[in-house]
């Protein structure tokens, strides 16, 4: 990690940023506060100039939100999301975020994140690491950059919502209008269909199985089949059996 690691500071409302760069430096005093900008323009700029190793983003500003400031910083500094509203936070993690803070940003809430920042400051690799990966990743894609896939679902649970990691899902099934997600401990659900929802997971980890179902690959205990040759998958540690369809048997062509 840097001896003293660099912020820039992005939010059209001036009170806003000095209140968050005041609550930073009680947060973490050792990290310097280069710049502030006002919108998403402003804050392409800064970083291409001041190189920060942070970045804490509104993402409701006119012009150019937050959002998309982000995909054009993409992995130039590390990226917190700041916003008013809860339901931006899965937006937040598409893009790559370390963290994302609710205004107005609580001092035990911001520890948090330079608690989460200071680890991932400490394991960054060289510059010229990640900059030969990426050229690696192009080259192996055509030149094509890699996509990036859901890495986090932000579903009801009773009446709270949660941000859910992909890698701790274990299915989703379609129940009436709303998708069924199912982790070790608990079900959520989220009103995404099955069939954007394929879109958006990386099909290494994830299969779908069935029109409704899609389940995580290493998820799976094992594959059985009656004598009518339908497929039926068991989930670890769950008593479901979720029913292959004909037109993914080929999923499981070796049984």
């Known amino acids: 990690m840097p001896a003293s690691p660099t912020a820039v500071v992005v939010d059209d409302e001036r009170l806003m940023r000095e209140q968050l760069v005041a609550r930073l430096k009680d947060a973490w005093p050792e990290l310097q506060i280069i710049g502030e900008a006002g919108n998403g323009s402003e804050a392409i700029a800064m970083v291409q100039s001041l190189e920060p190793d942070v970045v804490f983003l509104d993402i409701s500003m006119p012009g150019m939100d937050g959002i998309q400031a982000a995909r054009a910083i993409a992995r130039a500094a590390h990226i917190v999301f700041v916003t008013a509203h809860d339901e931006h936070a899965i937006a937040a993690f598409e893009q790559g975020a370390v963290d994302y803070v609710l205004k107005p940003a609580e001092p035990e809430r911001l520890a948090v994140t330079c608690e989460r920042l200071r680890s991932r400051l400490a394991q960054a690799p060289d510059p010229m690491d990640g900059l030969l990966a990426r050229l690696s990743d ?88 009656n004598f009518r040759g339908q497929q039926t998958v068991h989930v670890k540690g769950r008593p479901e059996k979720l029913e292959v369809s004909r037109s993914f048997n080929h999923l499981f062509k070796q049984m």
């Open 138 to 225: 192009r080259l192996g894609n055509g030149g094509v950059a890699p996509r990036d896939y859901l890495r986090w679902v932000q579903a009801s649970v009773g009446a709270n919502l949660r941000m859910i990691p992909t890698g701790d899902i274990l299915f989703f099934r379609a129940e009436d209008k709303y998708t069924r997600v199912q982790t070790p401990g608990f079900e959520a659900l989220i009103r995404k269909p099955i069939k954007e929802l394929i879109d958006e997971l990386d099909p290494k980890e994830f299969w779908q199985i069935h029109r409704a179902t899609v389940v995580r690959v290493d998820a799976i205990e094992q594959v059985s089949r």
